[in-house]
């Protein structure tokens, strides 16, 4: 049985909300922020402590959230393709309040993103590949995993592959019709119910550093991309030629921590 924490999760979104539930249902006490009096009723549900918390403008309640807490899970999205120029200074003054509440003995757990990478990069990329962001998006989150690495003594940096799971079928990534261009770069992409597994994993370990987050195969795009419409009986994407080179993200650095997804094998076969 695992000792019993005090875990703050900020953002109960598409990915927020199954940790809290996970996290309560292994017997966690777990404090979780809400802008929504809809997201509230959802926590109270799954037995989460809710603080309603709107960063920057309602930073107030973050002191008592964090308060004798053992770790605090950040999943506030960029926001990137809304905010465009503006996402990153947008995104590091939501983070701010938090440097006023941040203490030595709190484990910090960041998602990011496999998206500091950059798209350019190619074949294997492991945690001591360099970051090169070349979306508003990742350069955001990359600007916020160094804000994070200034100020939280104990920080854990988890970069997400390509999200999917339940609301998010990669066979509707690509609608009928819609091009998938360099179809034959490799996918990388990860479960929802593996990512929260990764984050419990580190909270329960206490591991700190930067982690990729993955599925450990990576079918081609033509391949994954074109299997799922035909299974879902949808005519395929239209596929441009390219991308072979493309970067294969490895979590072998979570894998030997013991974090052991679910949802590894992605070929279809
Ligand atoms: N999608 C992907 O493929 C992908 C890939 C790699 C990494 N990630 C990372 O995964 C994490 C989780 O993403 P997600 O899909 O769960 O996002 P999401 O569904 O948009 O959830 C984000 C949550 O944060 C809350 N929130 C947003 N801005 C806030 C603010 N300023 N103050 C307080 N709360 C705020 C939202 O509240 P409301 O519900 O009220 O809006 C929502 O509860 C993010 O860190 C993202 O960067 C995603």
Redesign the pocket.
Known sequence: MEPRKTIAI????????PLVRALAHRGHAVRA????EA?RAQLLDLGADPYP????A?SGPLEVFLRDCDALV??????GRRLREEATTTYLA?LAPLADVLTDGLHLV??????VYGRAAGGRVTEATPPAPDTH?AQA?LAAERWLSDRAARLTVL??????GPG?DPASFFASGRTVAQADAPVNLVHQAD?VAAIAHVIGTGATGTFNVCAATHPTKRAFYGTLSQRAGREAPIFTAGGAAGKLVDSTALRTLGWVPRHDDLTLT
Do not use: K, N
């Open positions: 900020l953002g109960t979104g598409w990915l927020g909300m922020s809400y802008r929504r997201t918390i709107d960063l920057p309602l950040v999943t506030l999205p960029p926001g939501a960041y998602t990011s993103s496999t998206g998006s989150v970069r997400l592959a390509g999200l999917f998010r990512a």
